[in-house]
């Protein structure tokens, strides 16, 4: 079973629209990582978050850690095809411990 | 330019051979990775190394095997005990604990 529950498992919206990605652990996160992948290819490194309550934007994409450190969030505004792709969340579930975990992925289309 | 290189892109094999993946970096990271995607699925963690001469067992491990007798490299053996190899194989590298993974291109493998 994933450490790491995504939802939703797909997203088809419009362009134009906003939308927002989860990421659900049952441990507390010692460094929370988005990643984004197209079809093929390798993952495209997006933000870290490691504070409870920190929230990072970079464009139009916006990423924040809850104040338990259990859930984070990926919204993406007004949505573009090049936002397109899979969406992974990534964590280093227990202190000290460098085997990086994976959800099982967001895979996002935009509808021109 | 620094990064991580994984090679080949594609890979084909017969059944009852092993085969083995790249993987490269001309970061500095001490840690590395080794994950397996399958289609629909997340990434899942086969072996990593905290430094050199060193590595540990992923979730599934079995069938794979590996060396790091070099900072830089990181290669993955797939033997003929894993009974179902055909996946995307992404390598992985990380400067330290809490700091993002940096990931290669993949390697496409396919037992024909």
């Known amino acids: 079973s994933q450490e790491l529950e995504q939802s939703p498992q797909s997203l088809i919206v419009q362009e134009g629209k906003n939308l927002t990605i989860n990421c659900t652990s049952s441990?507390?996160?010692?460094?929370l990582y988005w990643y984004k992948q197209k079809y093929g290819e390798g993952l495209i490194f997006l933000m870290m978050?490691?504070?409870?309550?920190e929230e990072k934007s970079h464009e139009k994409i916006t990423a924040k850690l809850d104040e338990k450190k259990q859930q984070s969030s990926l919204h993406i505004t007004a949505s573009q095809p090049s936002h397109a792709g899979i969406y992974l969340c990534?964590?280093?579930?227990?202190?000290?411990?460098?085997?990086?975990?994976f959800g099982a992925g967001t895979r996002l289309t935009v509808k021109p | 330019d620094g990064g991580i290189t994984q090679s080949p892109k594609y890979l084909f094999r017969k059944e009852g051979q092993n085969v083995t993946l790249s993987c490269e970096q001309n970061l500095n990271h001490d840690a590395m990775y080794w994950y397996r995607q399958d289609p629909g699925q997340g990434l899942r963690l086969i072996y990593y190394?905290?430094?050199?001469?060193?590595?540990q067992k992923g979730d599934i491990a079995e069938g794979y095997s590996v060396s790091r007798e070099k900072k830089e490299s990181f290669p993955l053996t797939v033997t003929s005990a894993q009974k179902n190899p055909t996946a995307f194989y992404l390598c992985?590298?990380?400067?330290?604990?809490?700091?993002?993974?940096?990931f290669g291109q993949g390697t496409r493998l396919t037992v024909v």
């Open positions: 441990k507390t996160l010692y460094g």
């Open positions: 992985a590298s990380s400067m330290s604990l809490n700091t993002e993974a940096f």
């Open positions: 190394s905290q430094i050199v001469n060193d590595f």
């Open positions: 978050l490691q504070k409870g309550g």
């Open positions: 990534g964590a280093g579930l227990l202190y000290n411990n460098n085997d990086m975990r």
